[in-house]
């Protein structure tokens, strides 16, 4: 089982990026994929999540209308659009899968298998 992130990199505040979370290994039925982050000095949070079983997706309050999850079942690839990104968007962006497939609560305790991060830059 393996994940790997890509997509990261620098970029204005108001830009966007998309990040992309290519699973192998494995498929993505039935496992649910989440992207967290992690700041410089912080804990690390449960972003946003989306749920294989029902395809229900989560967002945290502090990207809500702003980022959007996606998943292509066909290419074992889960998104991650982030728009108007700001400041504190800035962290490593890490993806994760959960293999109960419902994938909410987004705690890190509760992933089974990680990426191993990407660096988003939001510049001011």
């Known amino acids: 089982v393996q994940l790997v992130e890509s997509g990261g990199g620098l970029v204005q505040a108001g830009g966007s990026l998309r990040l992309s979370c290519a699973a192998s290994?494995?498929?993505?039925?039935?496992?649910?994929i989440a992207w967290f982050r992690q700041a410089p000095g912080k804990e690390r949070e449960g972003v946003s999540s989306?749920?294989?079983?029902?395809?229900?997706?989560y967002y945290a309050d502090s990207v809500k209308g702003r980022f959007t999850i996606s998943a292509d079942d066909a290419r074992r690839t889960v998104y991650l659009q982030m728009n108007n990104l700001k400041a504190e968007d800035t962290a490593v962006y890490y993806c994760?899968?959960?293999?109960?497939?419902?994938?909410?609560?987004?705690?890190?305790?509760?992933?089974?298998?990680w990426g191993q991060g990407i660096q988003v830059t939001v510049s001011s």
């Open positions: 994760a899968a959960e293999i109960t497939g419902w994938g909410t609560p987004i705690l890190v305790e509760r992933y089974d298998y």
């Open positions: 989306i749920s294989d079983r029902d395809g229900s997706t």
């Open positions: 290994g494995f498929t993505l039925e039935d496992y649910a």
